[in-house]
C-alpha cells in the first residue's frame, strides 16, 4: 500500500528487503523523517518484508515490488517519483550460486545496474546538483590476498568467481557513467558482513541453525580461508556516511578490522552456542565436517579501511566478539524467522497484498 510523498527528497533502496538492506532502510527511515524512502526489492528467495516489519506503516516508508531489469518498470518509478538519490544494494550474491548459475548473475548484477544507471542518468542529465547514485559493491572485486597485505581502495581488481567478475564489471559501469555523463557516484566495496536478518544461506546463520538441530556444519577444504568480519549495522552507519558525506567519484573500503580463519570462527560459535543452549562443552564442534572445496575458492580477504576512518571518521562499533554473541542472541531469539525461512514459509508473506 502506497502513502503519499510529501517531501521532494526521494531516496531509492534497491534490495531493501535483504539483509544489509533491511537495516539500511530502518536506519534511513527512523533518522531522516523528512526524507521518503522506496525499498525496491524484486522479492526472490533472498528478499523477506519481515525483516521490515517494525518500520512498514512508517509515512516516510514505501515498498516497490520489481525486478533492477526490468527496464519499462525501472524507467517508469524513477519518472514518476524522480528519485534524487539511489543506494543500490540489489545483488545475486552467493558465490556457491554463482558457479552454478553464472548468467544470473550477469543478469541482476551487471545488467540491472546499467538499467539504473541509465535511468538516474536520463532523469537528471544536466541537472546534477544535491544527486547522487551509490553503488555498494564488494571486497570479491579484488581477488585474494597471500598470508600478508590489505585491500586498498587502489587495489587492482582480480575477481576469481562469476559472482565477484559480475561485481566487478557493476563497478567499472558505475565509473564509466560518471567519467562519460558527468553521473554524480560513490562507491563502496565491503568485507562479509554477519548480524541479524541474514539469509541462512550464509555461514553465521546457517551454521547456528545446523547446531540447534543437531545437523553437520560443513567447512570447505581445511578450514583456513580467512575473511574480515563487518557488523551489519556498523554497515549500515558507514552507508549513512558515505551517502551523505563521502566525496564523488570516490571508494571506500568497508571492513571490520578483524580477520577470523573459517575453522576459528567455526569454532569460537560452537562455543557460543554450546554456552548459550546449555549443552555439554565441546559438543557442537563434533558436528564440523570437512567437505571438497569449492572451485576458485580466495584463501584471503582483508581490507584496509583507513581512508573512511580518516575521511568520514567511521570505525566499528562492536568488536567481532561482541557482535557475534549479539548475533547468536537475535537468532536464538527469533528462532520462528529462521525457521520460516529455512522452510520458505516467509515467502507467503503479504503476498496477496503485493500480487
Known amino acids: 500500500m502506497q502513502k503519499k510523498s510529501n517531501s521532494s527528497k526521494n531516496i531509492l533502496v534497491t534490495g531493501g528487503a535483504g539483509f544489509i538492506g533491511s537495516h539500511v532502510i530502518r536506519r534511513f527511515v527512523t533518522k531522516y523523517p523528512d526524507y521518503q524512502i522506496y ?17 512498514e506503516n512508517e509515512e516516510n516508508y514505501h515498498f516497490l515490488q520489481g525486478n533492477i531489469t526490468d527496464e519499462d518498470f525501472i524507467n517508469k518509478i524513477f519518472k514518476e517519483y ?17 558457479i552454478n548459475d553464472p548468467l544470473a548473475f550477469a543478469k541482476t548484477n551487471i545488467l540491472g545496474t546499467m538499467i539504473l544507471l541509465n535511468a ?14 551509490y553503488h555498494i559493491s564488494t571486497d570479491e572485486v579484488y581477488g585474494t590476498l597471500g598470508k600478508t597485505g590489505l585491500f586498498k581502495e587502489t587495489t587492482s581488481y582480480d575477481p576469481n568467481s562469476p559472482y ?16 562519460t555523463y558527468h553521473l554524480p557516484y560513490v562507491i563502496t566495496n565491503c568485507s562479509n558482513n554477519y548480524g541479524a536478518n541474514q539469509f541462512p544461506e550464509k555461514l553465521i546463520p546457517l551454521f547456528i541453525h545446523n547446531i540447534i538441530h543437531h545437523k553437520p556444519l560443513p567447512v570447505y577444504g581445511d578450514g583456513n580461508y580467512t575473511r574480515d568480519w563487518l557488523y551489519v549495522i556498523d554497515h549500515a552507519i558507514a552507508i549513512d556516511l558515505v551517502y551523505h558525506k563521502g566525496t564523488d567519484k570516490e571508494t571506500y573500503n568497508i571492513g571490520g578490522f578483524n580477520e577470523w580463519k573459517n575453522i576459528d570462527l567455526v569454532k569460537l560459535l560452537c562455543q557460543h552456542m554450546d554456552e548459550k543452549l546449555g549443552r555439554e562443552k565441546g559438543s557442537s564442534e563434533q558436528l564440523i565436517t570437512y567437505v571438497k572445496d569449492r572451485p576458485g575458492h580466495d584463501l584471503r580477504y582483508a581490507i584496509d579501511a583507513s581512508k573512511i576512518n580518516k575521511e568520514l571518521d567511521w570505525s566499528p562499533t562492536v568488536t567481532f566478539e561482541e557482535g557475534l554473541s549479539k548475533t547468536i542472541d537475535w537468532y536464538l531469539k527469533n528462532e520462528e524467522w529462521l525457521n520460516n525461512v529455512t522452510s520458505g514459509a516467509y515467502q507467503k508473506y503479504y503476498a496477496k497484498q503485493y500480487q
Open 39 to 55: 525499498n525496491l526489492d524484486a522479492l526472490t528467495y533472498a528478499g523477506n518484508l519481515e525483516n521490515l516489519k517494525d518500520v
Open 82 to 98: 524522480r528519485f534524487e538519490g539511489v543506494i543500490h544494494l540489489a545483488a545475486e550474491s552467493h558465490v556457491d550460486r554463482s
Open 120 to 133: 538516474f542518468k536520463e532523469l537528471w542529465d544536466k541537472d546534477w546538483k544535491g544527486k547522487r547514485f
Open 164 to 179: 565477484s567478475a559480475s561485481k566487478a564489471s557493476s563497478d567499472h559501469f558505475v565509473r564509466a557513467y560518471g567519467e
